[in-house]
């Protein structure tokens, strides 16, 4: 795996069901968000830029295509990068995967603004934060 990307691990548990056995739509959103997270621990020099709560990212699109089936008991891997980085919006690029055979389960694309939490409004990507990024930028596959 390339040092840009991070793996987040997860098993597939009963409250995660739909009613007809499959992993439910939205649950999808958490294990996407959860590699996000999982993204940023592996970057405390990233995350320790957002520590004093000034400037936050927020979300603004998400689009998934879903592949196949995940159901009870599945292994996954979350595989999260940095897709592209703009002057005022980036995007991240995240493959759900299953553990046992490497298939593509769900694929996302997340777009997310720098927020100023104090003015409540998007600003430039631009600065200490910038460069942080800049090394991390993976283009998708």
Do not use: C
Not at 26 to 33: D, H, I, K, N, T
Not at 76 to 95: C, D, F, K, P, Y
């Amino acid at each position: 795996m390339d040092s840009r990307q991070s793996l987040t691990t997860l098993r597939v548990r009963g409250y995660h069901l739909d009613g007809y056995g499959h992993v439910n739509n939205a649950r999808y959103l958490e294990f996407l968000e959860e590699g996000r997270w999982g993204y940023f621990d592996d970057r405390p020099e990233v995350a320790s830029l957002f520590a004093s709560g000034k400037y936050a990212f927020v979300a603004v699109n998400l689009n998934i295509d879903y592949r196949r089936a995940a159901v009870a008991g599945d292994d996954l891997e979350v595989i999260t990068q940095v897709a592209e980085l703009g002057s005022r919006s980036a995007r991240m690029h995240q493959t759900i995967r299953r553990s046992r055979d490497g298939r593509s389960v769900a694929e996302a694309d997340l777009t997310f603004v720098l927020l100023d939490v104090a003015a409540n409004r998007a600003v430039a990507i631009e600065g200490s934060i910038r460069e942080a990024l800049l090394p991390l930028v993976m283009p998708a596959e």
